[in-house]
């Protein structure tokens, strides 16, 4: 009996990409099998909805978008689950395996594109083409697959990074607190001049490789993938010239002497410390660093995203796909683009510091007028001006395991194992090999 | 090595375990002892401080006031002012309550279930020679050495398929009963003086009986320290639970506290405040259990 | 013991053997099948015979972390069988407290991973507390680089895990400390015999298959390490991944979305049976001993 199973389960996981579409969907019944985008009628049945960790702080908003959708549509009924970042790889995996993904799921692109790349979501090229000229141009293209036609999300809610930056060490540092860099040259000059007014005791920025060097590069007008999304191309005299001053700057004492392959929530810890002066990071964080380390925040001033010479502004989004495995597509398709209509986004941004992906909702004087002077709305309205320049510069392929591959040759760059050509030419072939699996 | 050889024989040579032994003389207070006590006692204390920090600093960042530094180096051990609120803000934030009662009811029937199904498997690989011992030994020892990474997706579709997903029964089950429990108990069942048991079949007792009466008695230390590692290792999963579970309201504690970390909000205070409630009942446990761990063959059987 | 039926000892094994193969076998089994195919982990692939096996065979980063693991096995084990039969020696005795003690030299077992990691990255930082103890002795100069070299944060990651199964192993040894009959000990103090050559001439020995088990289990944990490695590394397994042990580029190969299912199902199917092997080894090397 037991050998009859397995046998079972051999197949049934060696076939599993073709199966998902027959699988059925646990928890979503629908008794009417509108599984069409484009059937007529009173919407009806469960849409289940899954989000990345928004609970416990929009419970809430999230809970009331739900109620009213479920008002509007009586038929309807939405079941919200909100999975922890923790683990959502691997969950998100088991149910794509298991054909047992939720109706509407919150993805970023990054995450969303191998599931995108096995044709499990429907199109919103198409399904949702009515809406698509609402959205944020820029945005909307975040859910493309290179090389595929189609756009496979409707984009939710950006963000876009600014830099933040403590005053106190900054008048320390002997530098001007109105006047944080705005240049990635100016960034590490800065950098420089607080970790020798620190003298150990605080450093002036975090590498934080994980987080910003290939976004880094793509600002400073490095190519990073060629036109078909198979071969890794940033190994430029620019971006080795680029590399170069990093090195210097590690070697300087720049960045703390643990920093090398510490992440972004170490960058954050080390911020909210007080032992890093500046800190480039989504306007969000600002939130964060109330609560855990209020004299911080208090000190903490806002400029704009470090940019290169062209100016280019990186966006971080965040969408709402529907898999076509879903029985009831045209509810969740209803349900996604509800929540995320120009309404229900602007209420988002007033409750966080994030940007709405509709461009009638950032035309609102909420993100362009001064606000009440705060840090929040500085920060509000220059992320707000940015997103009309800004892109999704990292391409989906660069997921975590070309993240690991690339960042292990920068790391023996800083360290001085390699020099900065090598590293990255070794960068290249390493994703490369990665990205051809 | 003679007396290796020698060794697992000589309880036996001492008499059955259930014999009343001569209570041990009260040691005379003589200044050795009382130096010997002394030595003891800052050895222990000198342990309590390389293990106490990760207990020390959750409990201290979740007492401390909102206006306190979490993070930084040295660390800022007492908080200046202690404040309970954000226990309060967990019981408000996630339903701890419920997600504790689901955690306790997997931790609990796994704490069960190892025992009593780890017994008799630990209690037949020890005391019974048949063929196909070596291969069901084995067999255990390989559920220990497969990476749970490389089967996580195959078991969840398995529980799919037994429409065992989004049950807690789910989450037990594939834990039930671990190689681990088993080879613990086949080691105490082997120490077991076999004398004792020869006695039982000379009764006329069977193979159950002597089970029951005789054998799983003695290893009572055994029984505590398994049901122990069982409970702590059902409580403290993560993964697991994550992938069977969709129903937030199946949720166990583990899964739950991670919503107090959201991707907007990350108060250190409040997550040391729910790791806290997920660890203090266990310690609370194992100090309650602890006693137990020794009543082995020896005293348990003596003061019952 | 003989009239016994045959079928009585499976009726003992029947429900945890059950639990055994449908769970873990089974699955693995699967794993087993995977691993001739290049299957990504949302499904799909074809199979590929013996490939990934040969691609194995000239992967560095395989090697590296097979020589890793090795090393840590190496040095692990023999501390995870020593130091925490001393701790249990040494809360053995009924004094006033004891429980207390007891409970906190287990609670770094049930510390979360995330706060383990915190404690330690504080104590092995450039400025922590151990680099500044060690200059303030002047045996070093400069700090060491625990979390920026490779095998210094291979030490560190290595005396987390020895620390962590204090308590863990602790309990085991406790439980089997009690079955050591205090007749016997009090006969050998009668006979002359010291504390320590008490310990060495009648405890150990009969500690000895319960030291086996220790062993066996800490060479299993050893051979699984990842969780150490990867919270003091920031998830890096330490500058360009030196520190990379099996199950961490298991995961990395093989987990998450996209990942290569295929390949890494091999990888963990090597692993599986070089532990096994070893394990097998143990178990022979030591009941062969005890017929002796």
């Not at chain 3, 510390?111 to 303030?136: F, K």
Request: some cysteine; aromatic content about 10%.
């Amino acid at each position: 009996m037991p050998s009859f199973r397995g046998l079972r389960l051999v197949a049934a996981v060696a076939v599993v990409g073709s199966l998902t579409t027959a699988c059925g969907l646990g928890g979503s019944s629908d008794e009417t099998g509108g599984s069409s985008a484009s059937g007529k009628g009173p919407l009806k049945g469960t849409v289940t909805f899954e989000t990345l960790q928004l609970k416990p702080t929009f419970t809430k908003y999230v809970e009331g978008v739900i109620g009213d959708f479920e008002k509007k549509n009586p038929g309807v009924k939405v079941k919200w689950i909100d999975i922890p970042f923790q683990g959502a790889q691997e969950k998100l995996t088991a149910d794509a395996g298991a054909g047992t993904l939720p109706d509407v799921v919150n993805l970023n692109p990054q995450f969303a594109q191998p599931l995108e790349n096995k044709g499990l979501f429907v199109d919103m090229d198409s399904a949702a083409a009515k809406i698509k000229g609402d959205y944020v141009p820029g945005a909307w293209k975040a859910f493309t697959v290179p090389g595929r036609p189609g756009s496979y999300g409707i984009p939710w809610y950006l963000t876009s990074e600014v830099t933040m930056y403590n005053k106190g060490l900054f008048k320390k540092a002997g530098l001007d607190t109105a006047k944080p860099p705005t240049t990635f040259d100016d960034l590490l000059a800065d950098g420089k001049a607080l970790s020798e007014a620190g003298k150990g005791s605080f450093y002036g920025i975090h590498p934080a490789l994980e987080n910003r060097f290939i976004t880094d590069l793509a600002k400073q007008g490095v190519p990073l993938l060629d036109a078909d999304g198979k071969k890794w191309t940033f190994n430029t005299p620019e971006a080795a010239a680029y590399l170069a001053k990093l090195v210097k700057a590690y070697k300087g004492g720049v960045y703390p002497k643990d920093s090398l392959t510490q992440d972004h929530s170490k960058e954050t810890e080390a911020y909210q410390a007080g032992n890093i002066g500046l800190f480039p990071s989504g306007p969000n964080f600002l939130t964060i660093i109330k609560q855990n380390a209020p004299k911080i925040a208090e000190a903490t001033g806002v400029g704009p995203q470090i940019t290169g010479p062209e100016g280019i502004t990186n966006m971080s989004v965040m969408g709402l796909l529907v898999p076509k495995a879903s029985k009831n597509q045209r509810a969740a398709l209803a349900f996604a683009s509800y929540m995320a209509n120009s309404k229900n986004q602007l209420a988002f941004s007033k409750i966080v510091t994030v940007l709405p992906s509709v461009s009638k909702a950032l035309e609102n004087p909420y993100f362009t007028a001064e606000g009440d002077g705060s840090v929040d709305a500085q920060a509000r309205r220059i992320s707000a001006e940015q997103i009309a320049k800004a892109q999704s510069l990292v391409p989906v392929q660069y997921d975590d395991r070309v993240k690991q591959a690339v960042l292990a040759k920068i790391q023996l760059a800083l360290q001085g194992k390699l020099g900065p050509k090598k590293a990255l030419d070794e960068a290249v072939a390493a994703a490369d090999a990665v990205t051809a699996h | 090595m003679n007396a290796t050889t020698a060794a697992p024989a000589r309880p036996a040579e001492t008499g059955a375990p259930t014999a009343p032994r001569p209570v041990p003389a009260r040691p005379r207070r003589s200044r050795r002892a009382l130096a010997a006590l002394v030595v003891r006692y800052v050895l222990l204390v000198a342990v309590l401080l390389v293990t106490v920090g990760p207990f020390l600093w959750q409990l201290s960042t979740s007492l401390k006031g909102t206006g306190e530094r979490v993070f930084g180096y040295p660390p800022q051990l007492l908080p200046r002012h202690p404040t309970l609120s954000h226990y309060a803000d967990v019981v408000d934030t996630i339903p701890v309550f419920r997600y504790g009662l689901n955690s306790l009811l997997v931790a609990t029937g796994s704490a069960l279930s190892n025992c009593l199904l780890g017994s008799l498997a630990g209690y037949a690989l020890a005391r019974m020679k048949f063929r196909g011992r070596a291969l069901a030994v084995g067999i255990f020892l390989a559920t220990m050495i497969i990476p749970f990474e490389s089967i996580m997706v195959s078991e969840f579709l398995m529980m799919r398929s037994l429409h065992l997903n989004n049950t807690l029964l789910g989450v037990a089950l594939p834990t039930a009963v671990t190689g681990l429990s088993v080879l613990l108990f086949r080691n105490a069942f082997r120490s077991l003086p076999r004398e004792v048991e020869e006695a039982a079949v000379l009764d006329g007792a069977g193979e159950w009986q002597r089970f029951v009466r005789i054998a799983l008695p003695s290893v009572r230390g055994t029984v505590s320290v398994v049901a122990i590692f069982s409970f702590v290792f059902s409580w403290d999963d993560f993964l697991w639970p994550l992938i069977v579970l969709s129903d937030p309201a199946h949720c166990t504690l583990t899964v739950g506290i991670q919503y107090l970390s959201g991707t907007f909000t990350n108060d250190q205070r409040v997550i040391a405040a729910g790791t806290m409630i997920a660890v203090v009942p266990l310690l609370v446990l194992f100090f309650c259990l602890q006693r137990f761990f020794f009543r082995g063959v020896g005293e348990g059987a003596v003061k019952g | 013991m003989t009239g016994r039926r045959w079928y009585v000892p499976w009726l003992f094994l029947a429900p945890a053997l059950a639990v055994a193969i449908t769970f873990f076998i089974v699955p693995f089994g699967n794993t087993a099948v995977l691993s001739l195919t290049d299957a990504s982990t949302l499904g799909g692939g074809h199979f590929t015979g013996l490939d990934n096996f040969r691609r194995l065979a000239h992967d560095d980063q395989f090697w590296l972390s097979l020589r890793n693991t090795a090393l840590y096995l190496v040095i692990v084990v023999p501390l995870v069988v020593t130091l925490p039969l001393l701790v249990a020696l040494l809360v053995q005795r009924r004094i006033a407290g004891i429980g207390f003690f007891r409970a906190v030299y287990y609670s770094p077992v049930v510390a979360s991973m995330v706060v383990a990691g915190l404690i330690w990255s504080w104590l092995l930082s450039s400025d922590g507390m151990v680099n500044s103890l060690l200059r303030g002795l002047h045996v070093v100069t400069e700090p060491i680089p625990f979390l920026t070299d490779a095998h210094w944060l291979l030490a560190g990651a290595m005396a987390m895990t020895v620390w962590k199964g204090l308590g863990y192993y602790m309990v085991i040894y406790l439980a089997a400390l009690a079955n050591v009959p205090r007749s016997l000990l009090e006969a050998a103090e009668v006979d002359g015999a010291g504390a320590v050559r008490r310990f060495w001439h009648v405890t150990v020995p009969l500690l000895r298959p319960t030291m086996i088990l220790v062993a066996t289990l800490a060479a299993i944990a050893c051979a699984k390490v990842f969780a150490e490695v990867y919270t003091l590394s920031g998830g890096s397994a330490g500058p360009g991944g030196e520190a990379r042990t099996l199950v961490y580029t298991i995961r990395e190969t093989g987990l998450g979305l996209g990942g290569e299912a295929g390949y890494a199902s091999a990888m963990s199917l090597a692993l599986f049976v070089a532990t096994l092997g070893l394990s097998v080894l143990v178990t022979r090397l030591n009941s062969r001993e005890e017929q002796a």
